[in-house]
């Protein structure tokens, strides 16, 4: 299984190709000026990029409605860069949660424009919930309700939302949506609100759960992209700055918590590793190694964006430096798709640990 792990010859060469053309296209200084404009949805000319010259939209899309057809590991790699680069793109939301959702029943129609980037999608639930209660009410195929605080819908050209009798496809056009301030200015938030929206019913409501256990797995990889940006510009930074006539990385109490860090940060790789392998397998642990992931990726990217801004010094705490665009990406996405206490409680329930006793 310790092999199964290890990225292929492939998978490395999609890393560092994603990553060259992420330094091209998206350095800090772009992302920040994406931040402080505060007006646009996503990078429009980074999605095109991604989506389709480089083709990675369709990364989970079967060859026969116009994908790649590949698998899990490689869109985990193509995330955990993503998150690297706090890139301002909508690749979680439309190419790995709401490809999932429509995968399940095979949609080739949509499918195939969510694979070529010409359409973007977004699973109309709130950010921070892990499973998702049927929050509309359709019918004669109108829907009607409102949704708080769902990420990436901002500009998506099409929504999937949960009803009572199933997954619904609705025209983004059709809906009312309302930007609402959010921590993390590169995954904007948004409220919907449907009143007579005309929506298609497109699978069942087992099609969320799916979509949603793999969007807990790739969020995880998201965060060790996170973490692995900070512990690496810190290093960098300890081993530049002087003082007292030696660089700042020689003391030995910020030798000791970068250690730490480094081995929390590799234990989290393995962890999410585990869980895209066993997403792809469709194995029995899935949805225990999902949980798991999104624990352990949490907790290693907001201790290592909170370390970055520390041990920065006062250059950290500025706007004029990246590290807070990490720091509020790592607190978000902490909270994504289920905190990290919820998918303790969920783990503990799917294990069978018994409840302590009062």
């Known amino acids: 299984m310790t092999e199964e792990l290890l990225e292929t010859a492939d998978e490395q060469?999609?890393?560092?190709?994603?990553?060259?053309?992420?330094?091209?296209?998206?350095?800090?200084?772009?992302?920040?000026?994406?931040?402080?404009?505060?007006?646009?949805?996503?990078?429009?000319?980074?999605?095109r990029t991604v989506a389709t010259g480089m083709g990675l939209a369709g990364l989970l899309v079967p060859e026969a409605q116009g994908g790649a057809g590949a698998q899990w590991r490689a869109a985990a790699v193509v995330v955990e860069e993503l998150g690297r680069a706090v890139a301002p793109v909508p690749y979680l939301s439309s190419a790995v949660v709401a490809t999932t959702a429509l995968g399940a029943v095979g949609e080739p129609e949509l499918l195939g424009r969510l694979a070529s980037g010409e359409l973007t999608a977004a699973l109309a639930v709130p950010y921070g919930?892990?499973?998702?209660?049927?929050?509309?009410?359709?019918?004669?195929?109108?829907?009607?309700?409102?949704?708080?605080?769902?990420?990436?819908?901002?500009?998506?050209?099409?929504?999937?939302?949960?009803a009572e009798d199933g997954l619904y496809a609705v025209d983004g056009a059709a809906v009312r949506r309302t930007r609402v301030a959010s921590l993390d200015e590169t995954r904007p938030l948004c409220d919907l609100e449907f009143a007579d929206a005309p929506a298609r019913r497109?699978?069942?409501?087992?099609?969320?759960?799916?979509a949603l256990r793999s969007a807990a797995t790739l969020v995880a990889a998201e965060q060790v992209g996170v973490a692995s940006w900070c512990l690496d510009t810190t290093?960098?930074?300890?081993?530049?700055?002087?003082?007292?006539?030696?660089?700042?990385?020689?003391?030995?109490?910020?030798?000791?918590?970068?250690?730490?860090?480094?081995?929390?940060?590799?234990?989290?790789?393995?962890?999410?590793?585990?869980?895209v392998a066993d997403l792809s397998s469709g194995g029995d642990d899935a949805s225990?190694?999902?949980?798991?992931?999104?624990?352990?990726?949490?907790?290693?990217?907001?201790?290592?964006?909170?370390?970055?801004?520390?041990m920065h010094g006062g250059i950290g705490f500025t706007w004029e430096?990246?590290?807070?665009?990490?720091?509020?990406?790592?607190?978000?996405?902490?909270?994504?798709?289920?905190?990290?206490?919820?998918?303790?409680?969920?783990?503990a329930t799917l294990v069978d640990l018994p409840l302590e006793a009062s």
């Not at 195929?141 to 949704?147: I, Q, T």
């Not at 497109?202 to 799916?210: F, G, K, N, R, Y």
């Not at 509020?328 to 969920?346: E, I, L, M, Q, Y």
């Open 13 to 47: 060469d999609l890393r560092s190709g994603v990553r060259d053309m992420l330094a091209a296209e998206c350095p800090w200084q772009s992302v920040l000026s994406f931040a402080s404009g505060g007006g646009d949805a996503y990078d429009q000319k980074l999605w």
């Open 129 to 162: 919930l892990w499973s998702a209660p049927p929050l509309l009410s359709v019918s004669d195929g109108l829907a009607n309700g409102a949704v708080r605080g769902v990420a990436d819908a901002l500009g998506a050209g099409l929504l999937l939302v949960p």
């Open 202 to 210: 497109v699978a069942s409501l087992e099609a969320v759960p799916c």
């Open 235 to 275: 290093v960098a930074y300890l081993k530049e700055r002087y003082q007292f006539g030696r660089p700042v990385g020689s003391f030995q109490a910020l030798k000791h918590r970068l250690a730490d860090l480094w081995v929390e940060l590799t234990q989290a790789r393995a962890v999410v590793a585990y869980a």
């Open 288 to 310: 225990v190694a999902a949980s798991l992931a999104k624990i352990v990726g949490s907790e290693v990217a907001v201790r290592a964006a909170e370390e970055c801004v520390q």
């Open 321 to 347: 430096h990246p590290a807070h665009l990490y720091l509020k990406r790592a607190k978000a996405t902490a909270v994504a798709f289920g905190s990290p206490d919820r998918h303790r409680a969920r783990l």
